[in-house]
Each structure stands twice: as C-alpha cells, then as structure tokens.
C-alpha cells in the first residue's frame, strides 16, 4: 500500500503560478495528477513516466504546466504558471506500478491517489 499527500494548492489571482506536490511513501512508477471542478467529472491533467523521460499533458494545460519528479523523494510536482480560473478546482495526485514507462491517462488505471488540494484561481 502507497500513501501519497499532495500539498501546495492555495488561493492565486488569475495569471499567477503555483506549484504542487505530492509525496509517496513508497515506490511507484507512473505518477499523474488529476483534477476536479465543481460539477465536472475528474480529468486528466499531467502524466510522467518514473524515468521522466515520457510525459503526458492535456491540452487545456499544456505549455502552461510543468510535471516533474525526483525519485529519491518519491515525489511528484507540478509547476502551474499563467492560471485562470478555468483551472479551479482540486487536483488530486494519483500512483501506480504497472506502467514504468508511458505514464496513463486514465485515471483506472492507477491504483494510488491522494487526498486532494485545493486550487482556486481568482479573476
């Protein structure tokens, strides 16, 4: 069993940046983080492989996010620059260890999530 605590969200006025994290208590391969907003079903944000050499981004966030992590840490961060208030909402980490290689867009396919930390993007 995998343990994974995100923290990092807050409240930020629309253009500003944030940057999450989330750490596990064990090892994992794929990392990824979701979101959900209020009313919406959870989506996919940003996916990363455990070399990090393979990535996966969706396209409401690309070029405007960063996923990265740093194995020795067993942790998952992701950088969220120029925000806007389409992306209130919580972002959840999520874990697993099938899959070392191509990080999964669905979110079935993880086995491990975290708590959740809020975001809220002020217009």
């Known amino acids: 069993q995998v343990q994974l605590v995100e923290s990092g969200g807050g409240l930020v006025q629309a253009g500003g940046s944030l940057r999450l994290s989330c750490t596990a208590s064990?090892?994992?391969?794929?990392m990824a983080w979701f979101r959900q907003a209020p009313g919406k079903e959870r989506e996919f944000v940003a996916g990363?492989?455990?070399?990090?050499?393979?990535?996966n981004y969706s396209d409401s966030v690309k070029g405007r996010f960063t996923v990265s992590r740093d194995n020795a840490k067993n942790t998952l961060y992701l950088q969220m620059s120029s925000l806007n208030p389409e992306d209130t909402a919580v972002y959840y980490c999520?874990?697993?260890?099938?899959?070392?290689?191509?990080?999964?867009?669905?979110?079935?396919?993880?086995?491990?999530w975290g708590q959740g930390t809020q975001v809220t993007v002020s217009s």
């Open positions: 999520a874990a697993e260890r099938a899959f070392p290689v191509v990080p999964p867009i669905r979110e079935d396919k993880y086995t491990w």
């Open positions: 990363i492989g455990w070399s990090g050499n393979k990535i």
């Open positions: 064990g090892e994992t391969y794929s």
